[in-house]
């Protein structure tokens, strides 16, 4: 967890206030430390989105750390199914029920003496109890039996008053559907919002953090899932590192790929700490170049983490295998390249970036090479794609600051004559772009590789003819080819003969020129 | 069974300590302001009064001056229950405990305890 989570009970540093550790992961990393103790909280939310799991989870955490909780139904689904339900979560104790945490139904006092009851009811047992947290479901139950807005105002005044003295938090559970009003949002001093809602075919949890009293805090729209641990939040990524800090570290070195020639351009590889983009069409040979990344980083002894979402491990040791990077399979033997595969299912865009950078804080090395194969596996994840610039600016500057040196491959259309990346501002938070492309010419498919941008170094910026052989990748020597192959012909220079177009670099009919090549020259010695 | 008059205009507040009291086994009586609390004091004869100080119509000085010149309320143990600090002048007029908004169930119950201790629950085993 990167969050930096206090016990229960703890004391706010900053503002001396007590908080209500809820260990609902990344709860207390919005709300910057947890509830705040004897306040009170609305969460919101249509059928299904959450709520009662959310209160429960907060509930048996908070007892499991020697508070005390009181859950008060009002005419909600029946505390038999309701703690059924719960059963299979991971928080669940029965143990601790009922002395530690108290179900009660509160709906006969509502129904017979009003708020007035109910109010009188929640007193008498949170005090007899030592409640240190008041749940009370069904709200929209409570509204009903209120003469006015203003008298449910003055119930929900005169509870947290009385909630605030005993020193007890209180949760207060209102179903919620599209515009509607909520006074007692105006009166809580904080409010949370669940919401379920369909993009596309898949069903996207959120929380919304609409409001919270009395302490800074991460407000908006965080994704949620809901598993048998019971909640878990993903905080948006770029409001989570939104003051990042400024420098990374100071005693940068130059990265290589092992590949002479590229390196060579690169002035001896890619700065420590940078993000480089491999963009290239599908097939074009970003992944082994990722691979390669990795390899000669192990080869250096420095640690690498292929985080991709398409090819398992046994396929992509496979696949480094055919082209004479037989020994990655020892090195990610050794543990010092981890394959980080994400399954193809549904994934979220913010775990994803949870995992990698849990991961790499686990490891806690120096100078780790990250290749993340395929951006589009994070943009697949998004629901909203207009966050993906301000996504991966913080995603890329969080991994500079741990000293990650990151390589991202992006694809660009398999057939198109130009160069475009899908996520236009790319260029802007990756401080090297590496480009991979294909092109065609008289029915043969050519290689090319060119450095486009490479930030705070110098490099050659001329383009080069690459192929995929046995022993890896091969950059040829000079730019001559590459010029061939993008001008068509050979240059013609003055009492030279028009020259043709080779084969490509690693085809058998670019080795058999070579071996006469050879031939020649050794004739001519 | 002791009787504690609460004088403050919060009803909120004034409510969620009635309710604690009564669970205490107090009797509780409530007034809105110091002159309120002035005519009902001879009715109900407390044990300790829980005063406030910012109130409209009498302010918690001008009750705690009035309350000491009747002879019959000169030792009344006051309680100041306020979200400032009383001045000098609170002590002038021998108020015997200060509560500071906002306050916890347990400040407020050892104050009470202390200042109007319970004779023994007679149905409680000894």
Not at chain 1, 444 to 450: A, D, G, M, N
């Amino acid at each position: 967890m990167l969050s930096q989570e206090k016990g229960h009970g703890e004391k706010d540093r900053k503002s001396g206030q007590e908080r209500l550790i809820t260990g609902v992961p990344r709860l207390d990393f919005i709300t910057k430390g947890g509830l705040l103790k004897g306040a009170s909280y609305a969460i919101l939310g249509p059928p299904g989105s959450g709520k009662t799991v959310l209160a429960n989870q907060i509930a048996f955490n908070h007892v499991r750390e020697g508070g005390r909780a009181l859950y008060v139904t009002l005419l909600t689904e029946s505390h038999a199914r309701m703690l059924a339900n719960l059963e299979e979560m991971t928080f669940f104790d029965r143990s601790v029920i009922p002395d530690k945490l108290h179900y009660l139904s509160g709906y006969s006092e509502l129904e017979k003496e009003g708020l007035k009851g109910l109010l009188d009811m929640l007193r008498r047992t949170a005090q007899r109890h030592q409640t240190t947290l008041l749940i009370l479901d069904g709200m929209d139950v409570a509204k009903e039996f209120a003469r006015s807005e203003l008298s449910f105002k003055r119930f929900l005044q005169d509870l947290q008053a009385f909630a605030g003295i005993l020193g007890c938090t209180t949760l207060l559970l209102c179903p919620h559907h599209a515009g509607e009003h909520h006074p007692e949002n105006t009166a809580v001093d904080g409010v949370f919002e669940l919401s379920l809602w369909l993009s596309g075919p898949r069903a996207v949890r959120e929380l919304v953090a609409l409001k919270f009293r009395g302490s800074d805090s991460l407000l908006g729209r965080h994704e949620v899932e809901i598993s048998a641990k019971g909640i878990v939040i993903h905080p948006r990524t770029e409001v989570q590192f939104s003051n990042p800090e400024a420098r990374g570290r100071e005693d940068r070195i130059h990265m290589a790929f092992g590949i002479p020639r590229l390196d060579d351009s690169l002035r001896g590889g890619v700065l420590s700490g940078s993000t480089t983009m491999l963009l290239g069409a599908p097939g074009t040979g970003k992944t082994l170049l990722g691979l390669h990344f990795l390899l000669q980083g192990a080869r250096e002894g420095q640690p690498g983490v292929y985080f991709g979402f398409y090819e398992t491990p046994p396929r992509l040791l496979e696949k480094a295998a055919g082209v004479g990077m037989k020994d990655l399979k020892k090195y990610v033997d050794k543990g010092l390249i981890e394959i980080q595969w994400q399954p193809p299912l549904e994934h979220n865009m913010d775990s994803l970036a949870e995992r990698l950078l849990e991961r790499l804080q686990e490891r806690n090395v120096r100078r780790i090479r990250l290749f993340i194969d395929g951006l589009s596996g994070f943009r697949s994840a998004a629901v909203y794609p207009d966050r993906m610039g301000r996504f991966f600016s913080a995603l890329s500057h969080q991994l500079r600051m741990m000293d990650a040196t990151t390589l991202y491959s992006e694809e660009t259309p398999l057939l198109s004559s130009g160069v475009e990346a899908p996520l236009a501002e790319s260029a802007a938070y990756v401080e090297n772009i590496i480009l991979l492309r294909y092109v065609e010419l008289r029915s043969q498919l050519y290689r090319l590789l060119s450095i486009m941008k490479m930030r705070e170094s110098q490099y050659d910026s001329g383009i080069r003819e690459f192929s995929i052989t046995d022993e890896g990748i091969q950059v040829a020597e000079t730019f001559q080819s590459a010029e061939n192959i993008l001008t068509g012909h050979a240059r013609v220079r003055s009492g030279e003969k028009e020259q043709a177009v080779s084969a490509p670099m690693g085809t058998p009919g670019a080795k058999k020129k070579a071996k006469r090549g050879g031939l020649l020259r050794r004739r001519r010695s | 069974m002791k009787t504690v008059l609460i004088v403050d205009d919060e009803l909120d507040i004034v409510e969620a300590v009635k309710a604690i009291l009564e669970e205490e086994r107090y009797k509780v009586v409530t007034c809105a302001n110091g002159r309120e609390a002035l005519q009902c004091l001879e009715d109900s004869k407390p044990d300790l009064a829980i005063l406030d100080i910012m109130m409209p119509v009498m302010n918690g000085y001008e009750t705690l001056k009035a309350i000491r010149q009747r002879p019959a309320f000169e030792k009344l143990p006051i309680l100041i229950m306020s979200a400032i600090t009383p001045t000098v002048k609170a002590k002038d007029y021998a108020s015997a405990g200060f509560l500071k908004k906002p306050f916890s169930l347990r400040q407020l119950l050892e104050q009470v305890h202390t200042l109007a201790p319970q004779d023994p629950d007679p149905q409680e085993p000894r």
